[in-house]
């Protein structure tokens, strides 16, 4: 069960990379400075993906051992 939730909320940021993506999509040419905003959560959002799932396997990793 909770390596199902962990992969889900892997994916949600993937989701919150791609809707900010398209907000700054939308906010170039009226709002650069939101825009950039957005590009940095989109930037975050890709980075805490990759994190959360190597953290995800070292820990599967981890209890395949024990």
Known sequence: M???IYKLF???YLVMAAF???LVWQNWADN???AYLFGFFAVVAIFMF???RNFRRKMEERNKNH
């Open 2 to 4: 909770h390596k199902t």
């Open 32 to 34: 650069r400075n939101r």
């Open 50 to 52: 990759f994190f959360k």
């Open 20 to 22: 900010s993506i398209y």
């Open 10 to 12: 892997e994916y949600v």
